[in-house]
């Protein structure tokens, strides 16, 4: 059974960078691609990315000149990165396995707040 | 980006009822690409259907999806206490994937 475990830094000053990881626990690392999600009261569920164990990348042309998401096949985790951060990038991030397009498990999510 | 539109905002039901949720696209979803999932408070949204139609492993039969092209629906048969939550479509045929504003099923 897979499960996915997050962390990272929760709060947060404008223009500072967020960071956050995920650890994937059973299943196959290599087989799927790994995404980031964001939930805000304001926009509802945001689709971040995501990245394959090979490191291919596919970016929400909304963030992604801020965004990097990064594996490490090695240690079977992948980060994101997002620079620049204001009030409007204040949500609870969540890390998730891809299968096909959907999303499923989750992590259990990060509160990240940014505020001066 | 495809603009998915949920209906009800809210909708009250009381036990052993029936819910029908509705999921609107503002254009096509390439090949019914179309996912429900569940979100209760505190936790992490769950993903039920897939493929618009496909129950996810684990999911009880009472949750049913339907629809294809823009207008897609799920479908709880006969609602139990743990079926009050947030419901969420999402689509992935094209990107980026985008995800409804939701509709809450409360207990009425």
């Known amino acids: 059974q897979v499960q996915l475990q997050q962390w990272g830094a929760g709060l947060l000053k404008p223009s500072e960078t967020l960071s956050l990881t995920c650890a994937v626990n059973g299943g196959s690392f290599r087989d799927h691609y790994w995404s980031w999600i964001r939930q805000s009261p304001g926009k509802g569920l945001e689709w971040i990315g995501e990245?394959?164990?090979?490191?291919?990348?596919n970016y929400n042309p909304s963030l992604e000149t801020r965004v990097t998401i990064s594996v490490y096949t090695s240690k079977n985790q992948f980060s994101l990165k997002l620079n620049s951060v204001t009030a409007a990038d204040t949500a609870v991030y969540y890390c998730?396995?891809?299968?096909?397009?959907?999303?499923?498990?989750w992590g259990q999510g990060t509160l990240v707040t940014v505020s001066s | 980006d495809i603009v998915l539109t949920q209906s009800p905002g809210t909708l009250s039901v009381s036990p052993g009822e029936r819910a029908t949720l509705s999921c609107r696209a503002s254009?096509?979803?390439?090949?019914?690409?179309l996912a429900w999932y569940q979100q209760k408070p505190g936790q992490a949204p769950r993903r039920l259907i897939y493929?618009?139609?496909s129950r996810a492993t684990g999911i009880p039969d009472r949750f049913t999806g339907s629809g294809s092209g823009t207008d897609f629906s799920l479908t709880i048969s006969r609602l139990e206490a743990e079926d009050f939550a947030v419901y969420y479509c999402?689509?992935?045929?094209?990107?980026?994937?985008?995800f409804g504003q939701g509709t809450k099923v409360e207990i009425k």
């Open positions: 998730a396995r891809g299968l096909s397009g959907t999303l499923s498990p």
């Open positions: 999402q689509q992935y045929g094209s990107s980026p994937r985008t």
């Open positions: 254009q096509t979803v390439s090949r019914n690409y």
């Open positions: 493929g618009a139609s």
């Open positions: 990245i394959s164990h090979s490191g291919r990348t």
